[in-house]
């Protein structure tokens, strides 16, 4: 016999759509057959908290905000064995672009009810979760440098307008990455590890990479001139950035990278550690709630969680 699904709703009233009203998104839950218990948070720290506190009182866990807020819950998801559900109120989204999760609200919430969950993998660096992708460099330095107000006033124009400044100051730095024993010394503006697909509000890891395939995958940007960003723009928003005689690829389940100087990581737009940094994919390490893979797209490994 089905029973009421007890769903823990953490939300972030600071995100940039976290002021939106959750009454209809609550009622399409309870419509859905789950009984839902709010429970807001103020700072990052705090969800990895509620979700430890509360795990025994819920059969699933749902993540209000934006892809920094989900990366944050992943380790304390993982550990609980619970499935996850997303509701997308950040900036970008990007790990809900991934998973085919409406932008909508109320439909995300649909999604939840419907009950499809996707085991997707999971990457950490130096013990911190991350969805998408983790950088140290160019990316680091962009995401210091977008203060909240603008990124709440401006969305994803905010981005554009930070990347302007950083562009006109930003400078290649020593690194060494080193991938199944092998090392490599490089001069670099950006290192990413990316474990998802889309990262940066659109752009692509890398053209064949899924959330589910099992490894990470890693790339260098070592420009003569930085400007020339602009001319692979495209080629990142399809994953075909490789190309590039000057972008480095590789495709592992472990990096190490060490800087010359001790330099911060950015993972899914949270600074949340530095190097020496460890790298490590996780497969199949949560299940999340998503729609069912499209026929003769990508196929996850997928199962329905009664709701």
């Given at each position: 016999m089905q029973t009421t699904k007890r769903a823990l709703f953490l939300v972030n009233p600071n995100a940039r759509r976290g002021r939106e009203p959750v009454e209809p998104v609550l009622e399409r839950l309870k419509v859905g057959g789950l009984d839902v218990m709010v429970e807001p948070f103020e700072a990052l720290p705090e969800i990895a908290r509620d979700v430890v506190r509360l795990r025994e009182r819920a059969d699933l866990v749902i993540v209000c905000g934006g892809d920094g807020t989900v990366s944050s819950a992943a380790v304390a998801v993982m550990e609980s064995g619970l499935p996850m559900g997303i509701m997308?109120?950040?900036?970008a989204n990007d790990l809900a672009?991934?998973?085919n999760i409406p932008m909508d609200l109320v439909e995300a919430a649909g999604v939840i009810a419907d009950g499809h969950a996707r085991k997707v993998d999971v990457g950490t660096v130096n013990g911190h979760a991350f969805f998408n992708v983790a950088s140290i460099g160019l990316s680091t330095e962009l995401a210091q440098s977008l203060d909240p107000q603008t990124k709440k006033r401006w969305g994803r124009l905010g981005y554009a307008i930070a990347a302007s400044r950083v562009l006109t100051k930003?400078?290649?730095?020593?690194a060494t990455i080193t991938e199944k024993g092998d090392t490599i010394r490089v001069s670099t503006y950006q290192i990413a590890v990316g474990n998802g697909r889309h990262y940066g509000g659109g752009n692509v890891v890398e053209e064949t990479a899924e959330i589910d395939d099992g490894h990470l995958d890693l790339y260098s940007l070592e420009l003569s001139n930085v400007w020339k960003l602009a001319l692979m723009m495209r080629s990142f928003r399809s994953g075909r950035h490789g190309a590039w005689n000057e972008v480095r690829t590789a495709?592992?389940?472990?990096?190490?990278?060490?800087?010359?100087?001790?330099?911060p990581v950015n993972t899914d737009g949270e600074i949340v550690t530095q190097t020496p940094a460890h790298f490590k994919v996780h497969p199949a390490a949560i299940s999340v709630f998503a729609p069912p893979a499209a026929a003769g797209g990508s196929v996850g490994s997928g199962s329905t969680v009664a709701a």
């Open positions: 997308p109120m950040g900036t672009r991934t998973l930003v400078r290649p730095f020593k495709r592992c389940v472990e990096f190490d990278i060490e800087t010359d100087r001790p330099r």
